[in-house]
């Protein structure tokens, strides 16, 4: 039998690896990938020190060939792609008057237009099969628009209605599309760094950790196709809402 396949976009080096890790935890070879395969050589690592199998890719997400080529060589050399993530972010915060059109046009391409990228290819894999999930990371910005976070909104608020509206049309085609929504400050150095007494809430359970967000995407891999969840907020019990 082929070997089942994790598919991630965005594997970096809190939630998206964290998730590749879990998956690679069941059994499934982890295809990791970020723009530049030389940042993925440590996760590599952490997934076969685990014993389990990695293979990682340098591709742009934004590149419609890119990902198209993605996808079929995943397909073709190492097995089915039973589960595909999104998880790149892109989140920047800049007030309206300096908010740049190549800024805008940037992070939705990279939040939103990349997103469309895989969930379309990770379709035409998955329909023929009948089986298959489609994982999309929200975020605060996918529900509500901050201050200063315009772009961001605007590339995640894309990002949560083609979920939707690929939820709606696969869904019953066999193929579980969900909307994960990470609500709060999550455990990584770029937080330590910026954010520290944030950081500091990490002793009070109050930022949330890569591994449990990555427990609840196999739980949403694992549910039954009578009791499908969409749309999944996960947010610490400190965290205002």
């Known amino acids: 039998m082929p070997k089942k396949v994790v598919l991630v976009i965005g594997a970096g080096d809190a939630t998206g690896g964290a998730i590749a890790r879990r998956f690679a935890c069941e059994g499934y070879a982890a295809v990791i990938v970020r723009r530049d395969a030389e940042n993925l050589k ?8 685990e014993g389990g199998e990695a293979h990682p890719f340098g591709v742009d997400a934004r590149k419609e060939d890119q990902m198209v080529d993605l996808f079929a060589r995943v397909e073709a050399e190492i097995g089915p792609i039973e589960v595909a993530v999104f998880n790149i972010g892109a989140n920047v915060n800049f007030s309206i008057v300096e908010t740049t059109a190549r800024v805008y046009t940037k992070v939705w391409e ?3 237009f990349a997103g469309f990228l895989t969930g379309r290819e990770a379709a035409k ?28 909104a605007g590339a995640k608020f894309a990002l ?3 979920a939707q509206s690929m939820a709606r049309e696969l869904g019953p085609q066999g193929i ?14 770029w937080i330590a760094e910026n954010f520290p007494q944030r950081y500091a809430q990490k002793d009070q359970d ?5 591994d ?10 694992s549910q039954p196709r009578d009791a499908w969840t969409h749309e999944l907020d996960l947010r610490p019990w400190m965290e205002t809402f």
């Open 42 to 49: 440590d996760l590599t690592g952490q997934i076969v020190a």
């Open 110 to 112: 990279m939040a939103a």
């Open 125 to 152: 894999h998955m329909l023929p099969r009948g089986r298959g999930t489609i994982l999309f990371t929200g975020a605060t910005a996918s529900l509500r628009g901050g201050r200063g976070f315009s772009a961001f």
């Open 160 to 162: 949560r209605a083609l």
């Open 176 to 189: 579980h599309v969900a909307h994960p929504v990470i609500d709060g400050a999550i455990d990584t150095a």
């Open 206 to 210: 109050g930022i949330l950790d890569p």
């Open 212 to 221: 449990h967000i990555a427990d609840a995407y196999w739980m949403l891999h």
